[in-house]
């Protein structure tokens, strides 16, 4: 069984910044790609970032790239999501996902990521 356990998430102001943590287990990490998505309201569920499973090379999205960075810490076994210059559009569920290292997360395939958490809430007010 895959776990994922995402928090982090909250109420924050315009231009503010959050850190998201997704913590897993070592195994996941070794095998597994680790990529976040936002679930905006009324939106598709969309790929934001990954982390690559077998170098820890990273992506993020353009449209995100110099706001938001995603990192590990394998003492942890956490991946985080750290958001700065948060917009409204910001808005949304925030879900944790593992992709076999086999595929490329990059492509954000959502039946490629095989294990979700259960999302954590990002809310940005104006």
């Known amino acids: 069984q895959v776990q994922l356990v995402e928090s982090g998430g909250a109420l924050e102001q315009l231009g503010g910044s959050l850190r998201l943590s997704c913590a897993t287990s070592?195994?996941?990490?070794?095998?597994?790609?680790i990529g976040w998505f936002q679930q905006a309201p009324g939106k598709e569920r969309e790929g934001v970032s990954c982390?690559?499973?077998?170098?820890?090379?990273?992506f993020v999205v353009d449209s995100l790239r110099g706001r938001f960075t995603i990192s590990r810490d394998n003492t942890k076994n956490t991946v985080y999501l750290q958001m700065n210059g948060l917009k409204p559009e910001d808005t949304g569920i925030y879900y944790c996902?593992?992709?076999?290292?086999?595929?490329?997360?990059?492509?954000?395939?959502?039946?490629?990521?095989?294990?979700w958490g259960q999302g954590t809430q990002v809310t940005v007010s104006s």
């Open positions: 996902a593992a992709s076999p290292k086999y595929y490329d997360c990059s492509h954000f395939v959502t039946w490629e990521y095989t294990n």
């Open positions: 070592r195994v996941i990490l070794d095998d597994y790609h």
């Open positions: 982390i690559n499973a077998k170098d820890g090379s990273t």
